[in-house]
């Protein structure tokens, strides 16, 4: 599983409120990734990072930040939470630069009301 | 605008047939597909591809590449229940993002 774990794995929150999804490796890789999978999108590359302190956009960045204070922690942001950021969040590894593999952590099921 | 398409999107076929999905790119600075498999929970890594035309082989799954005709097929031969899942295709760009297929829903009836 490539030790990658993320917290919490369930939240409720409610509109307006802000909220911060945790993933952590144990492995000391430098690429992380987060993603959203919705219902007929897919995974949608969110942000992503290639060291500590080095991040970029993805696809669908808009209400969202970032930040990896430290290679084994990466955070997403929500500001401000709302409806349509309902989905499940995942987090993933690469594990170098010699190969696109990428692992994945078990995911964050998070509802805005 | 980068883009990944799979087809079909949803599949249903019996226990022992063979299976072909399908995956067409257009991606600025390619530099690698990858397939996943994914039943109720994340993701799980089957394939990543660079090379056109050569074949990568797990047991009854394979899959090649064409870089000229930018699509990509994975076949599942005498599929069981257990191949029961969502196929992602992605691809790579060189700059490190990894752009998603919406999926291929495979149900494997018994």
């Known amino acids: 599983d490539a030790g990658i774990t993320q917290s919490p794995r369930h939240k409720v929150t409610e509109t307006g409120t802000p909220v911060t999804l945790r993933c952590h490796q144990t492995?000391?890789?430098?690429?992380m990734y987060w993603y959203r999978q919705d219902p007929g999108h897919g995974l949608r590359l969110i942000h992503y990072?290639?060291?500590?302190?080095?991040?970029d956009k993805g696809e669908v960045s808009d209400g969202y930040s970032v930040s990896r204070s430290k290679t084994e922690d990466f955070l997403l942001t929500l500001e401000s939470a709302t409806s349509s950021q309902t989905s499940v969040y995942f987090c993933a590894i690469k594990r170098g630069l010699s190969t696109d593999t990428q692992y994945f952590g078990p995911g964050t099921r998070l509802t805005v009301l | 605008e980068d883009k990944v398409v799979q087809s079909p999107l949803s599949l249903v076929v019996h226990e022992g047939d063979t299976v072909t999905l399908n995956c067409s790119y257009e991606v600025t600075n390619f530099r690698s597909l990858l397939w996943y498999k994914q039943e109720k929970k994340a993701p799980t890594f089957l394939f990543m591809l660079?090379?056109?035309?050569i074949e990568k082989k797990s047991g009854r799954l394979s899959s090649i590449l064409d870089k000229k005709e930018l699509f990509s097929i994975l076949n599942i031969t005498a599929t069981q229940t257990g191949d029961s899942a969502v196929y992602l295709c992605?691809?790579?760009?060189?700059?490190?993002?990894?752009?998603f297929g919406k999926g291929t829903r495979l149900h494997i009836l018994p």
């Open positions: 660079t090379s056109s035309g």
């Open positions: 992605a691809v790579a760009r060189g700059d490190d993002k990894i752009i």
């Open positions: 990072s290639y060291g500590v302190k080095d991040t």
């Open positions: 492995e000391n890789h430098r690429y």
